[in-house]
């Protein structure tokens, strides 16, 4: 009996980095992890053949062979058609994306089943089995990073709703005529609650000469603001930068607000970099859902920091494809 049934691959394609590793799904835990730049620049097809490269690697440096591995699973940043294999619409990556079967050239170079995933989702569906969100049936997370992602599992199931495009929690609408978005809507949560949001927040109160910490750590550049350093701003007492955070965190609540009055959760996930801020945006964020929910119940609602960190894409990508094969 080979051991092939235990091992799968977990793969993460960011804007900046390739990240691959082998996911040992009887130990939960990974191995291995490899990673190279993206290099979007090179074009899709430079792309694949170094995710391909990237893959072989990470299996070969946690002493395995391909045919050791069950199943792929790959997280990719944007709108896909997953039972097809094919990409739609990749945001942050340069070059052309539309309609590459990923899936497909991914396979033939590998010999392995390959299962496309979009990596908010594959973040949720690891933080549900693996991290914060054991033991709950009905959770939303959301990843709070250069953009905000997110997911929902409802009743046991991660929902996916037409070619796995239910969950952009990040884009949900909360000011009518608000700033444009990268997705091409305007007003979205991401303009006001991303780390990019809060740079960019931060920036215009050293312009506007509001914030003197600020401009002394940016060292009066706006342009070298970071969401990291508005959040030091803000723990060193800076009124202006707690408020950016207030205001982040508002906006959040609300989404929050919304997720809870359509799928009542019993827990809210939040990750990536922002998340790390802590109480600065939990706070408002709780305190919003609090005023502003009274339809359903919310006392038992739990809105916690994920568990998985930089590694919650990797191990959803290879667990949703463990789940694809057991599904299929
Ligand atoms: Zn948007």
Redesign the pocket.
């Known amino acids: 009996m080979s051991t092939g049934t235990r091992y799968f691959v977990g793969v993460d394609v960011g804007g900046t980095n390739l990240r691959a590793a082998v996911w040992d799904a009887d130990a939960e835990r990974l191995l291995a992890v490899q990673y190279v730049p993206t290099l979007s620049h090179a074009g899709h097809a430079a792309v694949l053949a170094r995710l391909a490269g990237l893959i072989r690697e990470a299996i070969a440096a946690a002493g395995l062979t391909l045919d050791q591995v069950r199943a792929v699973g790959v997280g990719l940043p944007g709108r896909l058609r997953p039972a097809e294999g094919v990409v739609e619409f990749l945001p942050n990556l340069v070059g052309h994306w539309v309609g590459v079967q990923a899936g497909e050239v991914l396979t033939a170079a590998l010999g392995r089943p390959v299962h496309l995933i979009n990596d908010a989702r594959a973040m949720t569906f690891g933080e549900w089995k693996y991290g914060a969100g054991r033991g709950v049936d009905t959770l939303a997370c959301l990843t709070l990073g250069t953009g905000i992602g997110g997911g929902v599992v409802v009743n046991g199931q991660l929902l996916w709703g037409v070619n796995g495009t239910l969950g952009e929690i990040?884009?949900q609408i909360v000011e009518a005529d608000g700033l444009p978005?990268?997705?091409?809507?305007r007003g979205?949560l991401?303009?006001y609650a991303s780390g990019t949001a809060i740079a960019a927040a931060g920036a215009r109160a050293i312009r506007e000469g509001r914030s003197a910490t600020l401009r002394d750590m940016a060292e009066d550049d706006p342009t070298r603001v970071t969401a990291d350093m508005v959040a030091r701003a803000a723990q060193s007492g800076d009124a202006t930068a707690q408020a950016i955070f207030e205001r982040a965190g508002l906006y959040l609540g609300i989404v929050i607000s919304n997720v809870v009055l359509t799928i009542n959760p019993q827990r809210v996930i939040l990750g990536g970099g922002m998340a790390g801020v802590g109480e600065l945006i939990f706070a408002p964020a709780r305190r919003t859902l609090r005023e502003r929910v009274h339809l359903a119940p919310v006392d038992h609602i739990e809105i916690v920091p994920a568990q998985l960190g930089a590694d919650a894409g990797l191990i959803g990508a290879a667990a949703w494809a463990k789940w694809s094969g057991i599904r299929a």
Do not use: D, L, N
């Open positions: 990040g884009h978005c990268t997705c091409g809507g979205c991401e303009v």
